[in-house]
Structure formats: C-alpha cells, structure tokens
C-alpha cells in the first residue's frame, strides 16, 4: 500500500512539474508572438529580448526625423507590449 501511494506522489509530481513546462513554454511563445508583433509595428528599432531594457535606455532623438509624439508613441507601445506579457492574454 505504501509503495503504490509513493508511486502515486511520484507520478501527480511529475504531471505538475510537467504542466509547469508547458506553462513555461506557453508564456515564453506567447512572449515571442507580441515581441514580434511590436517588431511589425516599429520596423526600424532593434528590439531586444528584453523590452524593459529599450524603456530604461531608450534615448530621445535617437530616431531621426521624428517628434516628441512619435517618440512618446514609440515608449507606450513598448510599455503596452511588457504588460500584455505580465498579464499573458
């Protein structure tokens, strides 16, 4: 009896660990599809991994021949993509 219900532990274990993969991977390409949705919409910009990254660097003037709109446009675009991330949906 002892055995079979180790074996049992052993196996809803494995099923969570396993489940936490697939939520791993699921957030990770759900994380690819808006970084490369955001890459469509800001085709000059070189977007890294990490899009906080681009917010705490990013520098004014860096994108010639635009305004302060476009710059301000540019930033909430990438802040709108990091919290649809966080969010997951």
């Known amino acids: 009896m002892r055995t079979r219900l180790l074996g049992l532990l052993r196996a809803r274990s494995e099923e969570k660990r396993q489940g936490l993969a697939n939520d791993d991977a699921a957030a990770a390409a759900f994380a690819a599809r808006i970084r490369a949705e955001l ?4 085709p000059e910009d070189d977007l890294d991994e990490d899009l ?11 994108r010639p ?25």
């Open 39 to 42: 890459a469509e919409d800001l």
């Open 65 to 89: 021949g635009t305004d302060e709109d476009e710059h301000e446009e540019c930033l909430e675009m990438v802040r709108e993509a990091l919290e649809r991330i966080e969010r997951g949906y």
């Open 52 to 62: 906080a990254d681009i917010l705490a660097t990013y520098e004014r003037g860096s």
